[in-house]
């Protein structure tokens, strides 16, 4: 790498909601974690760049001192990731972005990353020009050459349906979906050139609140309640469309004193500081959502969900209790 040495902007991917594996195309899992790009320049200085172009190497000391072990003018592409609990923990790396010095050391030994690579961009030379099978192989010999231990992640890759499907199964662990990729494809910074499919199901909650107006909502807020019979916040919709919004509206009753949400503020997104203006309504009226796989430590949803239809057929006590689906 040159004296202005620097990281490319990541190649990115555009959804699909096609989850099978198409002929002359390879899949990956998509993590549930931080997209980075790591390098290690001739000399051995460490640059950790975020998919915006953030400088995270001071925020994760393991990595940085990983990174020894790797060739020297060697950039790859991966996922910072944090396992707690046998399950990917997004928000323990949104608590570690941040830290740096001894508050990030401390937070390493408490919560170390992973990177999980998987793509290689530099080995002693610009590779991105080269095809993604290419990359691949060159990639699986950087880990068995230089016996990469962890936290260095090798992700895995395939081109069966059969096991690609199989991977849609680890759902339960946090893992999101798949990524599709090329097998002739060059690797092009800034580009959606991969596609992403991401894991859902259909569930139900109950809806506790909405912004907007009881006649004209906007987004719905959902909750279920948990063992002890509290209701609990687990995530809001995406924008409704005009027929949900009629349909929800002809169902939903203001609020009675004593809501179990009186008081509470909410987010108006995943690690937003903004508040959202909410009108509380009565938390009988069940929705069928569907959601993907992405939770967060309490078990909320952290990405919108899709109002899929409102359940007059069903009661509150009829949904899963809060923290049971995972």
Same mark, same amino acid.
């Not at 997004?90 to 919560?111: D, N, S, V």
């Not at 949900?244 to 203001?254: F, G, N, S």
């Not at 503020?265 to 959502?289: C, D, K, M, N, Y």
């Not at 309490?298 to 359940?311: A, D, E, I, K, Y």
């Given at each position: 790498?040159?004296?202005?040495?620097?990281?490319?902007?990541?190649?990115?991917? =555009?959804?699909?909601?096609?989850?099978?594996?198409?002929?002359?195309?390879?899949?990956?899992?998509?993590?549930? *974690? @931080?997209?980075?790009?790591?390098?290690?320049?001739?000399?051995?200085?460490?640059?950790?760049?975020?998919?915006?172009?953030?400088?995270?190497?001071?925020?994760?000391?393991?990595?940085?001192?990983?990174?020894?072990?790797?060739?020297?003018?060697?950039?790859?592409? *991966?996922?910072?990731?944090?396992?707690?609990?046998?399950?990917?923990?997004?928000?323990?790396?949104?608590?570690?972005?941040?830290?740096?010095?001894? !508050? =990030?050391?401390?937070? !390493?030994?408490?919560?170390?990353?992973?990177?999980?690579?998987?793509? $290689?961009?530099?080995? *002693?030379?610009?590779?991105?020009?080269?095809? @993604?099978? &290419?990359?691949?192989?060159?990639?699986? %010999? $950087?880990?068995?050459?230089?016996?990469?231990?962890?936290?260095?992640?090798?992700?895995?890759?395939?081109?069966?349906?059969?096991?690609?499907?199989?991977?849609?199964?680890?759902?339960?662990?946090?893992? &999101? *979906?798949?990524?599709?990729?090329?097998?002739?494809?060059? @690797?092009?910074? +800034?580009?959606?050139?991969?596609?992403?499919?991401?894991?859902?199901?259909?569930?139900?909650?109950?809806? +506790?609140?909405?912004?907007?107006?009881?006649?004209?909502?906007?987004?719905?807020?959902?909750?279920?309640?948990?063992?002890?019979?509290?209701?609990? @916040?687990?995530?809001?919709?995406?924008?409704?469309?005009?027929?949900?919004?009629?349909?929800?509206?002809?169902?939903?009753?203001?609020?009675?004193?004593?809501?179990? #949400?009186?008081? #509470?503020?909410?987010?108006? +997104? #995943?690690?937003?500081?903004?508040?959202?203006?909410?009108?509380?309504?009565?938390?009988?009226?069940?929705? &069928?959502?569907?959601?993907?796989?992405?939770?967060?430590?309490?078990?909320?949803?952290?990405?919108?969900?899709?109002?899929?239809?409102?359940?007059?057929?069903?009661?509150?006590? %009829?949904?899963?209790?809060?923290?049971?689906?995972?």
């Amino acid at each position: 790498m040159s004296s202005t040495w620097s990281l490319p902007d990541p190649m990115l991917a =555009a959804p699909t909601s096609d989850p099978d594996l198409a002929p002359g195309h390879a899949a990956e899992p998509k993590w549930d *974690g @931080y997209r980075a790009l790591v390098g290690r320049r001739s000399g051995g200085g460490v640059l950790i760049r975020s998919r915006a172009g953030s400088d995270l190497t001071g925020a994760f000391p393991e990595i940085v001192a990983a990174a020894a072990g790797l060739p020297d003018d060697t950039a790859l592409d *991966g996922e910072l990731v944090v396992w707690e609990n046998d399950q990917l923990a997004f928000e323990r790396l949104q608590q570690r972005q941040h830290r740096r010095t001894g !508050a =990030a050391a401390q937070a !390493a030994a408490q919560w170390p990353a992973h990177f999980v690579a998987f793509d $290689l961009l530099r080995l *002693g030379a610009d590779r991105t020009g080269q095809p @993604y099978r &290419e990359r691949r192989r060159a990639l699986e %010999e $950087l880990f068995t050459g230089q016996q990469l231990p962890p936290p260095w992640t090798l992700c895995p890759s395939t081109t069966d349906p059969q096991q690609a499907a199989e991977w849609l199964q680890w759902s339960s662990v946090g893992m &999101e *979906g798949l990524v599709f990729k090329r097998l002739d494809q060059t @690797y092009v910074p +800034g580009w959606r050139g991969w596609r992403k499919y991401r894991s859902r199901h259909s569930t139900e909650a109950v809806i +506790g609140a909405v912004t907007g107006t009881l006649a004209a909502p906007t987004t719905a807020l959902l909750g279920r309640f948990d063992a002890a019979g509290r209701l609990q @916040y687990t995530g809001r919709t995406t924008v409704l469309n005009a027929a949900a919004r009629q349909a929800l509206a002809v169902e939903l009753q203001p609020s009675r004193p004593g809501h179990p #949400w009186t008081g #509470w503020t909410f987010s108006a +997104g #995943w690690g937003s500081r903004q508040e959202l203006h909410v009108r509380l309504v009565e938390p009988v009226i069940v929705a &069928e959502v569907a959601v993907d796989v992405s939770l967060d430590a309490s078990g909320r949803w952290r990405h919108p969900v899709r109002l899929m239809r409102v359940r007059p057929d069903l009661a509150p006590s %009829e949904i899963p209790l809060f923290g049971q689906e995972r």
